[in-house]
DNA sequence: CCCACAACTTGACACTGACAAGATTGCCCG
DNA sequence: CGGGCAATCTTGTCAGTGTCAAGTTGTGGG
């Protein structure tokens, strides 16, 4: 009632009524608040009362596009995933596909910490199981693309070697873990000496 | 069925009642109902309610101990890092104080979530804030004690590598991400071949 | 044109965290 | 020994939440 048109005002032709019952967007709307408020406060201070009120909806609104609290959350680690992947596939090597991956996990914070929260998640959800399939593809190619010189080491043990780094440096580095000893350096590149530890062939 | 302990007879107390008015030690039943429900369901299951309720005292006690969920997790996040500086403590070497670092992640699995769970913790409380202090100091120390073979690296990046490589394996792992690729292997052999492949100098 | 379906609303229920005020008890001090 | 005091626990209450059920409104395809 306080939010009568706040300024949600994004892609609609007539607007003139202030509440015109359909909403156009409201899935969209729900998620990029929820996003909101998980960057900000994380995902226990997420409120499907409190995403309808910001989107201007009934309290019930948001259950009709994501059965329930559990099916947003799956929703946006879909949707993370499914970004993931994207940005992987782009990379050149085995180190840009770590930067990219931690250049993820700061540009989409929300995002990140839900894909790797199990429980918040409706695991057996088909798309995020495809979406998180197709990130794993993504990252296993990028693996195997790597100039092989350490025949030595298992590629697969290299993969986790290689996940874990990223994922570790990136988790830190959202939990405000690393500030003081990155200081003001570029996180990415801290990044890439690290995967210079990690693989150095020549 | 609850009340089955109050309201009983005056009796001197002294050593007939196991359980009266008094809990005895409630705080700790508490916490480690909590830990169980966190290890179980995650910290987003965690209900004040229903931790009082196994512990069979009313609904409102818990609060007296913690004083509201915050405060009940960040004694947990403290505690955590308690155990995690005394393990850390008694490592040999660096690539020991990994495995661990694993290790804790895997047998303290309630604790190790909330401890990097910024948003559910009391960022200023002082026990929290002095655990995580002693944790990180245990962390520094093992890695300047590390063999110092490899001179060209700043000590501070190979802490911070060889902190994110332990944490993204840890987190990994418990999320259930390296099922497949880890297998039956101990998970703690592998990371030691992670490790070994982070710092090879000779 | 109309009607079946999608989008949204209203209402209700059980549950939760948090607060206030009272009850009970261990125990310290006189 | 005993009285009071503070810690511990209870009862009661309130606002807020998720979720279900049933009704209302708009819209697009036959």
New interface residues.
């Given amino acids: 009632m306080r939010t009568l048109l706040t300024m949600t005002e994004k892609t609609d032709g007539a607007t003139k009524t202030p509440r015109p019952y359909h909403h156009g967007d409201l899935r969209r709307a729900i998620l990029t608040a929820a996003l909101d408020v998980i960057a900000a406060?994380?995902?226990?201070?997420l409120s499907l009362r409190d995403l309808a009120r910001r989107a201007g909806v009934s309290h019930a609104a948001p259950a009709h596009h994501f059965k329930d609290r559990t099916g947003l959350l799956t929703a946006i680690a879909a949707e993370g995933f499914g970004l993931l992947a994207q940005t992987i596939r782009d990379a050149a090597d085995l180190k840009d596909a770590g930067v990219r991956y931690v250049r993820f996990a700061r540009e989409h914070p929300a995002h990140f910490q839900v894909m790797?929260?199990?429980?918040?998640l409706r695991a057996d959800d088909l798309e995020l199981t495809t979406a998180r399939a197709l990130a794993g593809d993504a990252l296993r190619e990028a693996v195997t693309a790597v100039n092989p010189e350490n025949r030595g080491?298992d590629a697969?043990?290299?993969?986790?070697?290689a996940?874990?780094?990223?994922?570790?440096?990136?988790?830190?580095l959202l939990?405000?873990?690393?500030d003081d000893?990155?200081g003001d350096r570029d996180p990415e590149e801290?990044f890439r000496?690290?995967a210079t530890?990690?693989f150095r062939s020549a």
């Fill in positions: 406060d994380g995902p226990f201070a790797f929260a199990p429980d918040l080491t697969r043990l290299a993969g986790i070697a996940w874990s780094l990223a994922h570790g440096f990136a988790t830190l939990g405000r873990n690393l000893p990155v801290v000496t690290l530890m990690l």
